[in-house]
């Protein structure tokens, strides 16, 4: 079986886009009932101890690049405590399952990470259950296209905001108080930040946003010895898209038409970036954003 160590050409290594990526499911959507369905690395991941004995927070990591890192961590040795909204119970139970086979430690907490009582519970849930917090990966995100600024509400606004700046500002806040040098915050950007879309005005403002508040936060909390870094990645597979991220229409394109490797990336291929950057390699990487585009060229 092929894993991410296998010498495989890029171009063809997962499926091009074609009609049949074209699907709509309502928010937040089901990773079980996309077709064809996105490599978490649940068959691809192989892990070789890189984060032997580790406690992590992961947020949306019921499915897409949360549910690809949290398996990652587990089979890298980590214990992991999930957040992922109740309606994706049956995404999170599969994660459980693999996180468990791993032989590691699988807490679920499921909540909305808008909520601020909510955010600080998941950092308590994991020094409880846990013993205590040395990873967060904040990759929980909102994302819904809207082509013109009037229709734009500031609901939807508000919630964008909410989920994809707000939630990190509270997580991290609640984790640092918690953990020990050597700990690692992760969180994610997107090419959004450096290509923004139209149709994603509020979306890709917080994706810079995001960009920002980690280069800050690292030089802040470098003398406690974290590291805070961001994974920025291109056009990914995953139930965002279908779910309101993306016309249905544009899912016929989706990744290829941008990226020069003609296709979208899958979860799996962004688990390597949160690991690297979660694990002691990272040592002396702080402050910095890697993106995971296909090739598309960022600043
Ligand atoms: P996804 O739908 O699989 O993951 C997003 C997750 O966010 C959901 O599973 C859900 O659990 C969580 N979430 C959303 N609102 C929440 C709320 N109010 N409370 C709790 N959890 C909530 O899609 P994904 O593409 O894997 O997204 C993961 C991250 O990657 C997001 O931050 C997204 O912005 C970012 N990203 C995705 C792409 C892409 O093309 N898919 C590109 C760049 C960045
Ligand atoms: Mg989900």
Not at 147 to 156: F, H, K, V, Y
Not at 187 to 211: C, F, G, H, M, V
Request: net charge negative.
């Amino acid at each position: 079986m092929a894993d991410q160590y296998t010498m495989q050409d890029p171009t063809t290594q997962y499926p091009k886009p074609n009609e049949g990526f074209q699907q709509h499911q309502d928010g937040p959507g089901l990773e079980q009932s996309m077709s064809p369905k996105p490599d978490a690395g649940e068959a691809t991941y192989r892990g070789s101890g890189r984060l032997e004995g580790r406690r992590a927070v992961v947020t949306g990591a019921d499915s897409g690049i949360g549910r690809a890192t949290a398996i990652a961590f587990a089979r890298e040795g980590a214990d992991v405590v999930l957040s992922y909204l109740p309606e994706e119970e049956p995404d999170a139970r599969e994660v459980v399952e693999l996180i468990e086979q791993a032989g590691r430690k699988a807490v679920s907490l499921p909540g909305d990470v808008t909520d601020e009582a909510y955010c600080r519970q998941l950092i308590d849930t994991a020094v409880a259950e846990l013993g205590g917090i040395d990873i967060l990966a904040n990759i929980a995100g909102k994302q819904q296209y809207v082509e013109d600024i009037a229709q734009l509400s500031t609901e939807q606004f508000d919630q964008t905001y909410k989920t994809n700046v707000y939630a990190m500002f509270w997580l991290c806040q609640a984790a640092i108080a918690h953990m020990p040098p050597g700990s690692t915050i992760i969180n994610t950007a997107s090419l959004e930040a450096y290509q923004p879309a139209p149709i994603l005005l509020d979306y890709a403002s917080t994706k810079w946003a995001i960009n920002g508040f980690s280069k800050s936060l690292a030089q802040q909390v470098a003398s406690k010895g974290i590291r805070v870094n961001v994974v920025a990645p291109g056009p990914i597979w995953t139930p965002l898209q279908v779910a309101g991220g993306q016309p249905t229409q544009a899912l016929a394109q989706f990744g290829a038409a941008q990226s020069p490797l003609g296709r979208p990336g899958q979860p799996a291929e962004m688990a390597p970036a949160y690991v690297f950057l979660a694990s002691p390699e990272s040592s002396y990487v702080s402050g910095e954003t890697i993106t995971a585009t296909g090739g598309v060229p960022t600043p």
